[in-house]
């Protein structure tokens, strides 16, 4: 069975700084993908970065990136330039990819971390 | 990134009525659609898995024929919560994956609040 730990409840991050959310996974499939979601106080989960587990580049997306370390099964987002519109719900997932090469499986979702960002 | 539709975003009704919740693709197709339910800071757990023309999958522990699913067209999927009670209140939110087969990001709707009274 798959496993997503997100070991850090809060953090707190000044405002244009950089800050790490931490993520874990634990899974027995060679094939899979991770997914970071923020979800603000509206409660919409906006999708910011996904990461296959074959990927040779760490993925990046503007302020986002991820910090691949596959030996270590870790997965962390880097937010650089912290903003205030940052303060919000971070959850780390983690979809395994079938035998049958199909990616249609359910996620797998971290604890979330709250973020907030102090001007 | 793909768009998905959810209403309603927030409905109270009274305890024994049912409440439907309707999630739409609405710039693609989704074979299937995932329905979660998430109480105040915490995770996302999944409830059940909606498949076109075909039963949902549902995880361990929910109750079937409490919470009733439909995927009726490859652009819309239905939760209804039957006979509601307090301790359905919760936020009920809908996924369906897009982007090709290599991806397949999971789109969110943005979430119904539902309180019973």
Known sequence: ?119 | GAVVSQHPSWVICKSGTSVKIECRSLDFQATTMFWYRQFPKQSLMLMATSNEGSKATYEQGVEKDKFLINHASLTLSTLTVTSAHPEDSSFYICSAPAGGRAKNIQYFGAGTRLSVL
Not at chain 1, 25 to 37: I, K
Not at chain 1, 42 to 60: K, R
């Open chain 1, 1 to 119: 069975a798959q496993k997503i730990t997100q070991t850090q409840p809060g953090m707190f991050v000044q405002e244009k700084e950089a800050v790490t959310l931490d993520c874990t996974y634990d899974t027995s499939d060679p094939s899979y993908g991770l997914f970071w979601y923020k979800q603000p106080s509206s409660g919409e989960m906006i999708f910011l970065i996904y990461q296959g587990s074959y990927d040779q580049q760490n993925a990046t997306e503007g302020r986002y990136s991820l910090n691949f370390q596959k030996a270590r099964k870790s997965a962390n987002l880097v937010i650089s330039a912290s903003q205030l519109g940052d303060s919000a719900m971070y959850f780390c997932a983690m979809r395994e990819i079938s035998a049958g090469g199909t990616s249609y499986g359910k996620l797998t979702f971290g604890q979330g971390t709250i973020l907030t960002v102090h001007p």
